[in-house]
């Protein structure tokens, strides 16, 4: 019995875990990064958010992800995978189970449910799977599979109704087992016990063998240094022992893979057999000897040695990835390809010196590759990608959020591909560091670019009329030049305004602080120059009239107080704030001397009209300096309610105040004739620097950090202190430190920092590198009422739907209907007029399946509602007293094996209300010759390997073969005999079955052809 047959059965009396129509994936809101910057609400009120993030609204996934190979969109339909507050449970080894599903291994310990923080496993739709699970092809749990390995799982493979594992545990499937194990259907051990001493990190089913790789030196009792062979059926160890020596005691052999030229083997190898080896060579199969190929690979930096890590062989051809810089001579850098002839080929993806490919997985006629890495194939993309055969990257980008380690392991079938590691996220919107959200919460379309990849930063946004200022560290903004100040419109164009900073230091110049004043921009940074002129750390410039679009010599303003640094190796300024109150601008950064006077870190400079046009330090600098005489490291930044003025920094100290802890508040009185020194006002944080956001407004300051306690009381991240007249003047942490605490401590005890907070009315938005706020999904972006209540995660995106397929249906109800658009993930109710739909099933982003009930005749509107909105299509259903369409249902697969690569493919396909075939498609390419139909409804065609083709309107994937009817009174059953050269056929894919009603109406059906039985050669 084949291992589809028997998890079939297995299913039919266990049952799944979690209908397959529950939603269990859906998009977290926020950013797949960190969010530094939020700037004040616009007219409008759109806030603008800068940080590291590369998507918004991505999908809170887990630690695996299901993916379509064609859109790369995330299936919703499949589980997560562990509680992701927790950076123990990974996705290690993935493997398709021949039917569109997937075995998962790793360190989880819990699958399915909405991945909370509790980690129990106790919650509605969880299973407590320890270590490994079966994912059904919708996404439902396998409960039958549980076969509860002691020890990690490192190695997995299928062959047939049996999988095949390895690892560093001793019971498994009910059994003791060491190391490695076979498993039937329902995860129990079968009589495979080869017994490794030490763990196994490879497995390769081939010619009734099991080979084996890993650190073990015996099995079954017998001697075997890291390579080894087992009987697959009784696990009886073969004489096959390959001799090898390693780089080191460590070394392993990390893949395996059998071939026409014998078993080649790649890992940390020096020798085999006595002959040297550089991480890839070949042995044969019944001894181990070595056959002679060992293509050289060599690695350019000092005391290391190249190796291959993954290996795959598709057509003759091998496929390598690894840790080195030359193949046989060729260069190439961590990946490449060998034909069968020895040859280097041409695919050369190059991911970088860094790079760790962990899977090559070949679907069709392309290569997933997963890992670790920041390019792949030419382009960004973050540890996962999809190489076309000239090793080009393919517009497929799964968007991965941020991972320490990357993908761990990778695994296609058919039109799905998986992906496990340590990851959280994938999908969402790509905005690249730059986003903007509106008052309603959702994503605007305001998207201008930094230059990705590199060090680009921006630190400062003002929105300001119809135009948004941004300050950071950049030389180009959506591939204009801009060198760290540019402006766009509210379109996220950018625009003709282009003061460029410059800087003869070490340091790129870079403007972190921006505050307005009439129709000036004051800036401050890093930099000794703007638009060719000399200024150092602070500039003045116009932005009204003929400014606005275009900046020359004219809009930049006398006003140059001058920030200089003492440190020679840092652009002179060092300016990381500036507030203006009563004409007045406070200054605070890293600088000693601000207009040729001594100023530590803070000083005020006049800023009305006669020091805009007409600079003096006598007459405009202020004899404020509250750092005088006192070491300062630096303050961060400034902020002001309108009365009272807010410095943050390093600082312990300044004149007249001890015990400040980073934070500091001042009174600007009238003049600052004087040193004026800090109010008694004193949050105290847990430590110098760790308020790294600060918003004051009204008698509330809002505070934001990596702080634990503010004045010895707990607050994890976030903090709200009175800045009432009696608590300027007389600071009591008991009557001053408000109760409002939200947390952004994920149960590690150290909160995840708050780097950016804007209050807007009743409620604030904070932006930080958390995840969770108050045990509640929260990615990078939070809504937070001033009474503590936690919104709806931002940003969302409204959805929007394009298209109802079939478009006619029945007014007995129970039709599924299908739902195409964009962002209906998180669809909650699917309503047809104003009656609401039985069932609602989330497929992914794009697509929703929903049952229609009961309806009168005519003419309704299709809606969607989801948490981002709702989304409606008018008109876009008909309600007819029609019967329904029988569509047609296929009732097996075959395929058999020919001379000359080819394989044959018979698929039975019965038709209950349609007459013969007019027109077949396969892959998405069209038949070109030998279509014709046989006696008894039998039809054979060949199949031309060809990308993309269109049926009417609707494009086809390559991945999904179409076949279209019209209609007859007789039902029959037709055989569709479809010849391929080589692998490439994409068994199990999904067959599309156009029908044309007598009344001309179209019938959409897609069905996933059952998998074939072991191939008949």
């Not at 969010?35 to 009120?45: F, K, M, N, R, T």
């Not at 799982?153 to 049996?162: P, S």
């Not at 056959?291 to 291959?308: D, I, K, S």
């Not at 001890?658 to 020194?677: E, K, R």
Request: charged share 15%; with cysteine; aromatic share 6%.
């Amino acid at each position: 019995m084949t291992l589809a047959t028997a998890a079939a059965l297995a299913l039919a009396a266990a049952g799944t875990a979690t209908a397959a129509s529950e939603q269990r994936i859906s998009p977290m809101g926020g950013v797949n990064g960190s969010v530094a910057v939020i700037s004040q609400p616009d007219s409008a009120g759109t806030r603008y958010i800068a940080g590291t993030f590369t998507r918004a609204n991505p999908w809170d996934t887990g630690r695996g992800v299901a993916l379509g190979t064609d859109s790369g969109r995330v299936l919703a339909r499949f589980p997560k995978v562990g509680p992701t507050n927790n950076s123990g449970p990974e996705v290690q080894r993935v493997v398709a189970d021949g039917r569109g599903g997937f075995f998962i291994a790793g360190s989880f310990t819990c699958v399915g449910g909405d991945g909370g923080d509790d980690g129990d496993c106790t919650d509605a739709g969880e299973f407590a799977a320890n270590r490994m699970a079966h994912i059904n092809a919708d996404g439902s749990i396998d409960t039958a599979f549980n076969p509860q390995p002691n020890g990690d799982v490192l190695a997995l493979a299928r062959d047939g109704g049996t999988l095949y594992v390895g690892g560093n545990f001793t019971e498994i499937g009910g059994a003791s087992r060491a190391r490695v194990a076979a498993l039937d259907a329902a995860g129990r051990a079968t009589a495979f016990n080869p017994q490794a001493n030490n763990m196994v990190l490879a497995l390769t089913p081939h010619g009734g063998r099991v080979y084996m790789s890993g650190t073990f030196t015996a099995v079954g009792g017998q001697a075997r240094a890291g390579l080894a062979a087992a009987d697959a059926a009784t696990g009886a160890l073969t004489a096959w022992a390959p001799v090898t020596t390693w780089l080191s005691q460590q070394g392993v052999i990390s893949t395996i893979v059998p071939t026409a030229r014998g078993i080649q083997i790649g890992g940390q190898i020096q020798t085999v057999g006595g002959q040297p080896a550089t991480g890839l060579t070949a042995v044969t199969a019944d001894t181990g000897a070595p056959t002679g190929w060992a293509p050289v690979l060599t690695r350019n930096e000092a005391g290391t040695q190249p190796f291959v890590e993954r290996m795959t062989v598709v057509g003759g051809t091998t496929y390598i990835a690894g840790y080195f810089d030359s193949v046989s001579g060729a260069s190439r850098v961590n990946m490449a390809a060998i034909a069968a002839d020895g040859s280097i080929t041409s695919w050369n993806p190059s991911p970088g010196a860094e790079a760790a490919v962990r899977s090559l997985v070949p679907v069709g006629d392309d290569m997933l590759v997963a890992g670790r890495f920041a390019a792949m194939g030419g382009a960004d993309r973050r540890d996962a990608a999809l190489l076309a055969p000239d090793g080009t990257a393919r517009a497929w980008d799964p968007g991965l959020g941020e991972s320490q380690d990357g993908v761990w392991a990778a695994a296609a079938d058919g039109d799905v591909a998986y992906l496990g590691g340590n990851f959280t996220q994938a999908g969402g919107v790509p905005r690249q560091s730059l986003a903007a959200i509106d008052s309603g919460g959702h994503l605007t379309g305001w998207a201008p670019t930094t230059p990705s990849g590199g060090s680009a930063t921006v630190d400062t946004i003002v929105p300001i009329g119809d135009r948004v200022y941004l300050a950071g560290e950049f030389a180009s903004m959506s591939g204009a030049s801009r060198r760290g100040l540019a402006a766009t419109d509210r379109s996220g164009a950018v625009t003709g305004w282009n003061p460029s900073l410059s800087g003869a230091g070490v340091s790129s110049p870079v403007a972190r602080a921006l505050a307005l004043t009439g129709d000036t921009l004051l800036i401050g940074g890093s930099f000794d120059g703007i638009g060719g002129t000399a200024r150092a750390g602070t500039a003045a410039v116009r932005i009204g009239g003929a400014c606005a679009d275009a900046y020359t010599s004219a809009c930049l303003r006398s006003w140059n107080p001058g920030a200089v640094d003492s440190n020679p190796n840092v652009l002179d300024g060092a300016v990381n704030g500036i507030a203006v109150i009563g004409g007045i601008a406070y200054i605070g950064g890293a600088f000693n001397d601000l207009g040729g006077s001594t100023r530590a870190r803070l000083g005020a400079v006049l800023v009305d009209d006669a020091c805009l046009d007409s600079y003096s330090g006598g007459a405009c600098l202020m004899a404020w300096n509250p750092g005088n005489g006192v070491p300062q490291p630096t303050v961060f930044g400034m902020a002001t309610d309108g009365t009272t003025l807010f410095a943050r920094g390093s600082f312990s100290a300044l004149v007249g105040r001890t015990g400040l802890d980073g934070i500091a508040a001042f009174d600007p009185g009238t003049g600052l004739a004087s040193n004026n020194p800090a109010l008694s006002w004193s949050p105290a944080p847990t430590s110098m620097g760790s308020v790294q956001a600060m918003a004051p407004t009204g008698d509330v300051a809002w505070l934001g950090g990596g702080f634990t306690r503010i004045n010895g009381v707990a607050r994890a991240g976030f903090a709200a202190v009175s800045t009432s007249a009696a608590c300027r003047s007389s600071y009591s942490a008991g009557n001053c430190l408000l109760p409002w605490a939200p947390s952004t401590d994920a149960g590690a005890g150290s909160p995840d920092p708050v780097l950016a907070i804007s209050p807007r009315g009743d409620s604030l938005l904070a932006g930080g590198q958390f995840t969770q706020v108050n045990r509640q999904m929260r990615s990078r972006l939070a809504a937070i009422g001033t009474d503590g209540t936690l919104g709806a995660p931002v940003p969302l995106v409204r959805p929007s739907l394009t298209a109802v397929s079939p478009g006619t249906v029945p007014t007995s109800g129970g039709t599924t209907v299908t739902l195409t658009g964009a962002d209906l993930g998180t669809a909650t109710r699917v309503r047809f007029g104003s009656a609401a739909a039985t069932s609602v099933q989330v497929i992914d982003d794009a697509t929703v399946r929903a049952v229609t009930p009961g309806m009168a005749a005519g003419t309704v509107d299709v809606s969607v509602d989801t948490r981002g909105g709702t989304a409606t299509l008018a008109g876009a259903l008909t309600v007819s007293g029609a019967a329904a369409a029988k569509l047609a249902t296929v009732t097996s697969l075959t395929k058999r094996r020919l001379s000359g690569g080819r394989v044959l493919v018979t698929a039975n396909i019965r038709f209950e209300v349609q007459g013969r075939p007019t027109s077949v498609l396969f892959e998405g390419a069209r038949a070109t010759r030998g279509t014709r139909l046989q006696a008894r409804g039998r039809l054979t065609y060949r199949v031309p390997m060809l990308r993309g083709s269109a049926l009417g309107k609707r494009v086809l994937s390559r991945t999904r073969p179409a076949i279209v009817v019209t209609p007859t009174a007789k039902t029959r059953s037709f055989m569709l005999r479809a010849i391929a050269n080589g692998r490439r056929l994409p068994l199990g894919s999904t067959l599309r079955i156009v029908q044309r009603q007598a009344d001309g109406r179209l019938v959409d059906q897609r069905v996933r052809l059952p998998r074939a039985t072991t191939p008949r050669r």
